[in-house]
């Protein structure tokens, strides 16, 4: 996507096979002195996590177009390649925006020919797992924009993904809340104790889902740079107000679940410039914007500046690159080259070009890509590439 302003960017995905912008109203931001940060994860080391589901030491995850049609053609499930680890089906979305009461059914076949019955998708689920993969539900998208305003909102959400779970046999959940799902209400200036009620209660639904299903559930999550690295310059309206209320408000539902966190991979696509690490800004386009990225999760980093609130290192095995599989899926596609390149200076500490992050760890879990589909209508380049790159 376009920065519109360093307040007020955010995009996404388009059901017609582009990726559409959207912008909040400009809002005018305090700034920021662009200064270097030194790493914070010896101090702040992040805390061993319960036992995660199992994925492989290296896994792919892409997104399944399952309730919808566009310019990348319809996949069935049990079509999908065995390359990818994770299939999220995309998407579930509420009948509201704050009723919490969260809805998936299969494409029409009117909009896709070819979909499969329930009962082959079901069976497909079941293949896919006993080939072990993971089959996920995705909430959000484009269209499904989510707030969980009140504690019934939240005890329906818990109820109506139960559900959808339950049907399918599904292996657990992915957040990908986009828009104006999560914002952070004026005063609300802790990503350790937060007091906004839409995050309050999601981190409530998440916990008690993963309660509810075990040490098996697979809790994922897919924000975007404006709600979690941005939160490195701004969070929330800022301590005078003013500031975009949703910049970094994914930072105290990740911080507050990270024991419960399987993977979080963050859409390093359609973004404006972020700061990173070392006070320079990075775009989208090459080896150094994922780098930049995934240094700040993996290394943690000060929230709105401030030296004494600072986001803890994510566990390597918990990061996944994400990436758009082809130029149509979405802006900020990179070519094999570039992916091997960020993956080569993370995990290896090779051809890290100017951007020196502060560790190397072989650890990474992986990518992810949006999608499945694109991935396929683009001849299944960038699950080749991962393939060839981990073997």
Not at 14 to 20: D, I
Request: with cysteine.
């Amino acid at each position: 996507m376009n920065r519109r302003s360093l307040s007020s960017w955010t995009s996404r995905r388009s059901r017609g096979g582009r990726v559409r912008c959207a912008a909040a109203a400009a809002v005018a931001v305090c700034a920021l002195a662009a200064t270097a940060v030194a790493p914070h994860a010896a101090a702040h080391a992040a805390p061993a996590a319960s036992r995660a589901a199992e994925l492989p030491e290296h896994a792919l995850v892409g997104y399944l177009h399952a309730s919808f049609a566009n310019g990348s053609g319809y996949t069935r499930l049990a079509d999908v390649p065995d390359s990818w680890d994770i299939i999220d089906l995309a998407f579930g979305e509420p009948t509201s925006v704050t009723s919490g009461d969260i809805r998936f059914s299969l494409c029409p076949p009117a909009e896709c020919p070819g979909v499969e019955s329930e009962a082959e998708f079901k069976a497909a689920v079941k293949a896919k797992q006993q080939a072990g993969k993971k089959v996920l539900i995705s909430i959000g998208g484009q269209n499904g924009q989510v707030r969980l305003t009140t504690p019934q909102a939240r005890d329906t959400f818990v109820d109506s993904v139960s559900s959808i779970i339950d049907t399918y046999g599904l292996d657990g959940l992915d957040i990908d809340f986009e828009g104006h799902s999560l914002s952070l209400d004026d005063g609300d200036t802790d990503f350790e104790n937060p007091t906004t009620p839409v995050i309050v209660h999601l981190i409530s639904a998440l916990r008690t889902l993963k309660e509810r299903y075990g040490d098996e559930f697979t809790l994922t999550m897919a924000p975007e740079t404006f709600f979690v690295q941005l939160g490195h310059q701004y969070y929330g309206s800022g301590p005078w107000g003013g500031q975009d209320p949703r910049a970094g408000a994914y930072l105290p539902v990740i911080h507050a679940l990270r024991d419960d966190l399987t993977l979080l991979h963050v859409q390093d696509y359609n973004s404006g410039p972020i700061m990173g690490l070392d006070g320079q800004y990075h775009t989208m386009g090459g080896a150094d914007f994922h780098i930049a990225m995934t240094d700040m999760l993996l290394t943690g980093f000060p929230v709105a500046g401030d030296p004494d609130k600072v986001f803890p290192a994510l566990r390597p095995e918990q990061v996944a690159i994400g990436m758009p599989a082809t130029p149509q899926a979405g802006n900020g596609h990179v070519p094999p080259a570039e992916v091997e390149k960020a993956l080569d200076c993370l995990t290896k500490g090779s051809a890290c070009g100017p951007y020196t992050p502060h560790g190397t760890w072989p650890a990474l879990r992986g990518l992810m890509a949006w999608s499945v589909n694109w991935d396929r209508y683009g001849g299944d380049e960038f699950a080749g590439t991962f393939d060839r790159y981990f073997g």
